[in-house]
């Protein structure tokens, strides 16, 4: 019986994470375009491109994650049979979408100005602002399509933020093109441009989102909750703070973890860094496997745990964990098998393809603890057991993790200095911890909510 309900949980499971997966590689693609689009029109303006988002993508994944539990949360009323009040909060999720902008955006204005600590090119440091004043604009935009694409999240849809982001990719290369070089009668911006661009390309999927939710015949029933420009409850709003801060914390946490290693191999050259980089980007792409899955499984748990259905929870549990898994061992064999195909790539040159090399066998590595945290905070995600999150990831990363990086990569106190190897084994050793703790803390959330649902049903 439980192989049966493992099959079909499956079945739910991967045409669910299938779409999310396509959206999250559309936004590295769109990345991809910025970078390939602003290096035509010179070094400068790609080296301010990926300084700006570099600044950016913080603030934003931070506001990004705090929204990702409206999903879970409109999982687990369905599961409730509390349909009626999905449009209620889908509501309040805009609502929280537009004062997270109102926070964000004053934050990334001033950041604009840390660029002249950080570089003496006055023409980059310029470049640089000049692309997040203009991708600013855009953050209520996406964060408000977040909100909308949670909700058919939450209603176990995630083909429509599939078609929206795949809209998204293809605007972006014709957008960056007029913007970065001054076609069609439009100032010619340079690497700003592919701030504006991706500022318009975020209208453009709200805008697209928001026609997809309005028109489906599966949200008419509460259409009119969801544009209610009605004041939002206070108590609400708090409630999905309270979950949804820890999944931004999490998420800052993380970024900012290879951001700082990035700045720790600045010193030592530029092969260590390219093949830091190298890894870093395989590693990334890899991610956005266990990651939707993660985001599937968050869904499906809150649902099940919704109905109080416990052998739907724990199938639902056991799949995520089966598929992760899978995923790992395929992703290990395939990049350390093509390590060497996979470096040729991105460059040629002979040291930083030995180089690279050994660093994505250590990628590969690290995909192990990655899966199992990033599924680990899905299952807490679906339960609502958020607040641990951040404790966690906070110690891992930064407690544990960076000191071990800074230590392996450039003292002697240990070993002889490692360069960008001590980098990645300080990932993995920060990693594993958060691996460690996160999967007690799923056991300890479940066995607990486990008993709730058998005294419920006795």
């Known amino acids: 019986m439980n192989k049966t309900w493992n099959l079909k949980e499956m079945k739910k499971l991967i045409p669910l994470a299938l779409p999310v997966l396509v959206v999250n590689l559309s936004i590295v693609g769109m990345g991809a375009v910025d970078a390939i689009v602003a290096g035509r029109a010179g070094v400068t303006d790609m080296a301010a491109v990926a300084l700006g988002s570099s600044v950016y993508l913080p603030v934003a994944l931070f506001a990004c994650g705090v929204l990702m539990i409206i999903g879970p949360v409109i999982a687990n009323m369905r599961g409730k049979s509390h349909e009626s009040r ?3 909060m889908t509501n309040h999720g805009l609502w929280l979408a537009l004062m997270l902008s109102l926070v964000s955006m004053p934050v990334i204005y001033v950041l604009r100005n840390v660029f002249g600590w950080i570089s003496d090119d006055v023409a980059m440091c310029r470049m640089a602002s000049a692309y997040m004043f203009a991708i600013m604009w855009g953050l209520p935009a996406n964060l408000g399509f977040v909100a909308l694409k949670s909700l058919n999240e939450g209603s176990n849809m995630t083909r429509p933020a599939m078609y929206v982001g795949l809209c998204g990719l293809l605007f972006n290369i014709p957008l960056n093109y007029i913007f970065v070089f001054g076609l069609y009668g439009f100032p010619r911006m340079g690497g700003a441009g592919c701030g504006a661009a991706t500022a318009v390309i975020f209208y453009i999927e709200f805008l697209l989102m928001f026609l997809l939710v309005y028109l489906n015949p599966k949200h008419r029933p509460y259409r009119r909750h969801i544009v209610s420009w009605r004041r939002p409850t206070p108590s609400v709003i708090t409630h999905l703070m309270r979950l949804g801060v820890p999944i931004g914390v999490s998420q800052l ?5 290879f951001c700082a290693a990035a700045l720790v191999l600045a010193p030592l050259g530029e092969t260590q860094v390219a093949s830091h980089q190298i890894a870093g980007n395989v590693g990334g792409l890899v991610f956005m496997l266990p ?3 993660g985001l599937a499984a968050s869904i499906r748990v809150a649902y099940h745990h919704g109905r109080k259905d416990l052998a739907g929870t724990k199938s639902a549990i056991l799949s995520s964990y089966l ?3 899978t995923i790992c061992l395929c992703t290990f064999g395939g990049i350390t098998l093509f390590r060497e195909q996979i470096v040729h790539l991105y460059n040629d040159s002979e040291l930083i393809v030995s180089t690279a090399s050994v660093l994505l066998v250590l ?3 690290y995909q192990l603890p990655d899966c199992l945290q990033v599924l680990s905070v899905g299952v807490l995600r679906g339960f609502r057991d958020t607040a641990s ?3 966690i990831t906070f110690f891992s990363y930064w407690i ?12 002697d106190w240990i070993v002889p200095a490692m360069g960008a190897r001590g980098i990645w084994i300080g990932f993995i050793i920060g990693l594993s ?14 066995r607990r909510e486990f008993a709730l649902m058998r005294q419920e049903e006795e």
């Open 253 to 257: 946490c993380e970024v900012m973890l």
């Open 291 to 293: 990651l939707s899955v």
């Open 363 to 365: 990628a590969a590595a």
């Open 433 to 446: 911890v958060a691996a460690v703790l996160l999967l007690w803390r799923v056991r300890r959330t479940t």
């Open 400 to 411: 544990v993790g960076f000191p071990v990086c800074y230590i392996l990569a450039r003292t």
């Open 323 to 325: 598929l992760v898994l």
């Open 86 to 88: 999905v449009g209620y």
């Open 389 to 391: 999150i951040t404790v």
